[in-house]
């Protein structure tokens, strides 16, 4: 079936720099997207998400950018830091699929001080 | 006040024994979930129920039994452990199905 493409990857990332993570996704069909980060030991905690009408979204320090022709994620962190250090999950939802929350493989990020 | 607790964090067991997790939120959300996340990190859907009833049931094995006595809790028994459900099982709710879900700390299970 189709799915949240994302490998768990590393991003280092030097401390107030700036990280994107990307998210590939094969389902035309969803509608709705969220990013999740995970820290060691700890259960995915909501970070921001996005409806297929938009392309962009912002939070506090944090951007979501939507491209629907390419079926591409990014979120973005806008000067990084330590505890920015977690794997992050972007993750697709369907309507026509069934409202099923599909996790892709998340990308560990490493914020060097 | 912790939203989304499970117990016990964590669970190590022998192969074939009967055991079960417990969740509970405080949230006042319609729909709870079960994910199995391996040791790849890869977070997978189990089973989900709106209202007490069952919504969601992936392909898992039916040693694997869901159970809600109410809307603030969803329950997770599992019969005649195998070493291969050694994983972490996170507990999840949401508003409504399809809404933002808000996850538990995970309950580690080793299977020996």
């Known amino acids: 079936g189709e799915n949240v493409g994302l490998h768990l990857p590393t991003l280092s990332v030097q401390e107030g720099d700036n990280s994107i993570i990307n998210c590939a996704y094969s389902?035309?069909?969803?509608?709705?997207f969220i990013w999740y980060k995970q820290e060691s030991g700890k259960g995915p905690q909501f970070i921001i998400d996005?409806?297929?009408?938009?392309d962009k979204r912002q939070g506090q320090r944090v951007t979501v950018l939507l491209n629907k022709t390419v079926k591409h994620l990014s979120l973005q962190i806008a000067a990084t830091q330590p505890g920015d250090s977690a794997v992050y999950f972007c993750?697709?939802?369907?309507?026509?699929?069934?409202?099923?929350?599909?996790f892709g493989g998340g990308t560990r990020v490493l914020v060097k001080p | 006040d912790t939203a989304v607790s499970q117990t016990p964090k964590y669970l190590v067991t022998q192969m074939g024994n009967d055991k079960s997790i417990k969740c509970e939120q405080n949230?006042?959300?319609?729909?709870m979930y079960w994910y199995k996340q391996d040791s790849k990190k890869f977070l997978k859907i189990m089973f989900s129920?709106?209202?007490?009833?069952?919504?969601i049931n992936e392909t898992v094995p039916n040693r694997f039994s869901p159970k809600s006595p109410d809307k603030a809790h969803l329950n997770l028994h599992i019969n005649s452990l195998e070493l291969g459900d050694s994983a972490v099982y996170f507990c999840?709710?949401?508003?409504?199905?399809?809404?933002?879900?808000?996850f538990g700390p995970g309950t580690r299970l080793t299977v020996l």
């Open positions: 996005i409806r297929s009408n938009m």
């Open positions: 129920y709106n209202n007490k009833e069952l919504i």
């Open positions: 999840a709710s949401s508003q409504d199905f399809g809404g933002v879900q808000f």
């Open positions: 993750a697709e939802n369907s309507r026509a699929a069934g409202n099923k929350l599909t």
């Open positions: 949230l006042g959300h319609d729909t």
């Open positions: 389902n035309s069909a969803s509608d709705y």
